[in-house]
């Protein structure tokens, strides 16, 4: 026996009014389908068989999905939908329905619905709504035995009155879904193959529909336009951030944090200021603080660390100890050993900064190796594109480098060398001394400014 993971998703999204498919809309930095085959992945001996139809090429090469795919061409029901997969499905698998647009279902719940068709049985995903307009409503007998779904558009006041409804995720032995899909017909208000109707075709052969249900409405709640998109991302960012204050770390403001990937680690003793995003994979040490209004993306974050207000971090590595903003910007490539201070304005790419070595005002450094206890004066910048290619800037530990100096890259500063400020720099500067380069300080005692007449 395998499971069968079926994932409908080849809806338009009209509502969304957008030229991308629905289920590539991201909650959390992530596509809404992509969230689905995440959890369907959790299950044990299952496979995902996609159904796509609008926006396929778009939504297969958006997607990281090691299943089928599998095309519906024209959108004639969920039951349409479900009949193009039967080709894969054998008699002795147990299938699943899940829906790519409803992101964000839980693998404990799967595994209920689950586990009814294992049994032999239909599986039948539930909610109890207030409102319940729209959905199709689950129809039971006075014991509370399913008898059949019945859509809003074909239910009688009766039916509509019923709050039960039917989430559209569903379990099912691989032998009724071929045995009943092929005795759909499309004799409803709306002309469509309806998936719902294997229940009746269950009720009448025996077979045991059993329900199951969840607590979290934002589990069975799916996409179909930019307000329920809204609604899911806070819903998931809520579990996130709970999640890791189950783990230890203080948010000031648990509703103004954002978490657009993964956090493959996390230490003790992490507070997290507001507005803060963290995006792809990110690891933080322990003992770090986050300013308000950080950006940290792709990134590794050692021990002892502070993250002052308004700094953004791609692929970098900050090492133990060491202090970066406020307002600084780390671009890919840049790797900080311990004790290292980048401050205000800064600006860093591709460059490696030893320990003890600060960049403390208003500098842009690319393309550089900064060694150990190197001074880097305000205002430095290190020149290292000719417009066609880049050069690299090497100075070596211990360096000063006086402030407003240019490095005209390549070029290497030695050790323990003194840059004086305002020097441009285009050749190799000798270890141990002065090297300045800039036109001497003269006065004109005799010059007049000129007076306007
Ligand atoms: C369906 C259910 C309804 C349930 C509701 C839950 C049926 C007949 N009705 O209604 O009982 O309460 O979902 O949201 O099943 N899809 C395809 N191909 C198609 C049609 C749909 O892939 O031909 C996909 C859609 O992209 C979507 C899902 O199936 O992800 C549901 O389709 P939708 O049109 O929203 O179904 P509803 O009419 O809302
Ligand atoms: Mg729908």
Redesign the pocket.
């Known amino acids: 026996m395998s499971i069968k993971v079926v994932i409908?998703?080849?809806?338009?999204?009209t509502r969304m009014r957008s030229a991308i498919p629905?289920?590539l809309h991201r909650i959390g930095g992530v596509s809404l389908l992509q969230h689905v085959l995440n959890t369907a992945h959790q299950l044990k001996q299952a496979t995902s068989l996609v159904?796509?139809?609008h926006g396929g090429e778009q939504v297969m090469s958006n997607t990281l999905h090691d299943g089928e795919w599998i095309e519906?061409r024209?959108?004639?029901?969920?039951?349409?939908?479900v009949q193009q997969v039967l080709p894969h499905i054998n008699q002795d698998d147990t299938v699943l329905v899940l829906?790519?647009?409803?992101p964000l279902i839980q693998v404990e719940t799967l595994n209920r619905v689950l586990q009814h068709a294992i049994d032999g049985n239909v599986g039948l995903l539930t909610y109890t709504m207030d409102d319940p307009t729209?959905?199709?409503?689950v129809i039971s007998d006075a014991n509370g035995n399913v008898q059949k779904?019945v859509?809003?558009k074909d239910a009688t006041p009766e039916e509509l009155a019923t709050r039960e409804?039917?989430?559209?995720i569903l379990s099912v032995t691989g032998k009724h879904l071929h045995q009943w899909l092929g005795e759909l017909q499309p004799n409803n208000a709306?002309g469509?193959?309806?998936?719902?109707?294997i229940f009746h075709m269950a009720v009448r052969d025996g077979v045991p529909v059993n329900t199951e249900s969840v607590i979290d409405e934002a589990e069975?709640t799916?996409v179909?336009d930019k307000i329920q998109l809204a609604q899911l991302e806070r819903a998931l960012q809520k579990r996130r951030v709970e999640e890791l204050m189950r783990q230890g770390v203080t948010f000031f403001d648990p509703q103004r944090f954002d978490l657009r990937g993964t956090i493959d680690e996390i230490g003790a003793d992490v507070t997290i200021d507001i507005n803060v995003i963290l995006e792809g994979h990110v690891s933080i040490g322990n003992n770090v603080s986050i300013g308000p209004n950080c950006v940290i993306a792709n990134s590794t974050i050692g021990d002892n660390i502070t993250i002052k207000a308004n700094s953004l971090l791609e692929d970098a590595v900050v090492g133990d100890a060491s202090i970066i903003g406020p307002f600084a910007r780390l671009r890919p490539g840049t790797t900080l050993s311990d004790d290292v201070k980048i401050g205000n304005f800064v600006e860093t790419k591709n460059v490696t900064i030893n320990s003890g070595s600060k960049v403390n005002h208003l500098s842009y450094i690319g393309d550089a190796v900064i060694g150990s206890n190197v001074n880097v004066g305000a205002g430095t910048i290190t020149c290292n594109y000719d417009g066609v290619n880049k050069h690299q800037t090497t100075i070596e530990n211990g360096a000063f480098i006086g402030s407003d100096t240019q490095l005209v890259a390549p070029v290497v500063v030695g050790e323990n060398a003194t840059i004086a400020a305002g020097s441009t720099i285009t050749k190799d500067t000798p270890k141990d001394q002065l090297t300045l380069s800039r036109v001497h300080q003269i006065s004109k005692p005799n010059w007049k400014r000129p007076v306007k007449k």
């Open positions: 409908l998703a080849a809806g338009k999204g629905k289920v159904i796509y139809g519906q024209d959108q004639r029901g969920t039951g349409h939908a829906y790519g647009d409803v729209g959905y199709g409503r779904i859509e809003q409804i039917n989430t559209g709306q469509e193959y309806y998936l719902t109707d069975i799916g179909n």
